[in-house]
């Protein structure tokens, strides 16, 4: 199976501040790398996928880049709303797999 | 915009099947892939497998002695079945559609809200 290892676990920022999360997988998937963004008791959602394509509805606020094995997620102004985990995921080979989520908390 | 609803029993008694329907409104069940996927309380999440809209379906190898996964058109149904259960297998389970061109692979669009399934005697 192919692993999924975000960094950091988690991390403290407050509302207007850029925010990069990254996911490293271990071996190359070339572009076919997807975020979400997950909330307290709720489900995932789908942010973007094929590493910088935004979902439908998904604010430009959210950014991906990357390719291969090193892929970033960008949340260039930081709000109330986007305090979450945030999880990778890869879809080049089965089974597909999850990064273990990063927590962003307010500072 | 599609919804995606979970349905089924919140307790399964250990070595028993665990089984689970998720209900599609607002679209179609063909053309689409459609996903289980789980979280153990407080951990990570976890793909189980999906079900085309054709029938096929594709497990992750660790659960796939365990798992069968099916799709009724007619009720734009899809339904997964867990056999032999233990307290592992304790966790939200999510109904997931993923979506693409065909010279393409898919990729996760939708999510239903999940549903909490115990294995407790």
């Known amino acids: 199976d192919i692993q999924m290892t975000q960094s950091p676990s988690s991390l403290s920022a407050s509302v207007g501040d850029r925010v990069t999360i990254t996911c490293r997988a271990s071996?190359?998937?070339?572009?076919?790398l997807a975020w979400f963004q997950q909330k307290p008791g709720k489900a995932p959602k789908s942010l973007i996928y094929?590493?910088?394509s935004l979902q439908s509805g998904v604010p430009s606020k959210f950014s991906g880049s990357g390719s291969g094995t090193d892929f970033t997620l960008t949340i260039s102004s930081l709000q109330p709303e986007d305090f979450a985990t945030y999880y990778c995921?890869?879809?080049?080979?089965?089974?597909?797999?999850f990064g273990r989520g990063t927590k962003v908390e307010f500072k | 915009q599609v919804h995606l609803q979970e349905s089924g029993p919140g307790l399964v008694k250990p070595s028993e099947t665990l089984s689970l329907t998720c209900t599609v409104s607002?679209?179609?069940?063909?053309?689409?892939?459609w996903n289980w996927v789980r979280q153990p309380p407080g951990k990570e999440l976890e793909w189980i497998g999906y079900?085309?809209?054709?029938?096929?379906?594709n497990y992750n190898p660790s659960l796939k002695s365990r798992v069968t996964m099916s799709v009724d058109s007619s009720k734009n149904q899809f339904s997964l079945k867990l056999s032999s259960v233990t307290a592992a297998d304790t966790a939200v389970y999510y109904c997931?559609?993923?979506?693409?061109?065909?010279?393409?692979?898919?990729?996760?669009?939708?999510w239903g809200q999940g549903t909490l399934v115990t294995v407790s005697s």
């Open positions: 997931a559609r993923a979506t693409g061109p065909k010279w393409d692979l898919p990729y996760f669009d939708s």
């Open positions: 071996q190359g998937i070339r572009h076919y």
């Open positions: 079900v085309y809209h054709s029938g096929t379906t």
């Open positions: 094929g590493a910088s």
């Open positions: 607002g679209g179609s069940i063909s053309p689409y892939y």
């Open positions: 995921q890869q879809y080049y080979t089965y089974p597909w797999t």
